[in-house]
């Protein structure tokens, strides 16, 4: 089991940035893949970001593509989320998510991942 902590969640303008953190521990970082889920109100969990552990290789939906870009640092055991101009949006709950390395990466199913923290909430304003 992996322990998930995020930070770095808040208030946004449409067109700003903000950077979201998630710190991990409980398994070697480096064997995880990790992701981030979006719960939005009045709709279903998506996974809209994906990385491979080593960092290689990153999925995005197609709804956060250029918007939203996915990092690590395995060093740290962190994993980051980077909004660059955000569309106004209300309050999103953003999770970070980890599983054991699989032979590929996706974000067609938020519950390809074992573990997700309680996240953080990012309200992008206009």
């Known amino acids: 089991q992996v322990q998930l902590v995020e930070s770095g969640g808040g208030l946004v303008q449409a067109g700003g940035t903000l950077r979201l953190s998630c710190a991990a521990s409980?398994?070697?970082?480096?064997?995880?893949?990790m992701g981030w889920l979006r719960q939005r109100t009045g709709k279903e969990r998506e996974c809209v970001v994906g990385?491979?552990?080593?960092?290689?290789?990153?999925v995005y939906a197609d709804s956060v593509k250029g918007r939203l870009t996915i990092y690590r640092d395995n060093a740290k055991n962190t994993v980051y989320l980077q909004m660059n101009s955000p569309t106004p949006e209300g309050p999103a709950v953003y999770c970070c998510?980890?599983?054991?390395?699989?032979?590929?990466?996706?974000?067609?199913?938020?519950?390809?991942?074992?573990?997700w923290g309680q996240g953080t909430q990012v309200t992008v304003s206009s």
């Open positions: 990385i491979k552990w080593s960092g290689s290789h990153k």
């Open positions: 998510a980890a599983r054991r390395v699989k032979s590929y990466i996706t974000t067609q199913n938020w519950d390809e991942y074992d573990d």
């Open positions: 409980g398994r070697t970082f480096s064997s995880t893949d």
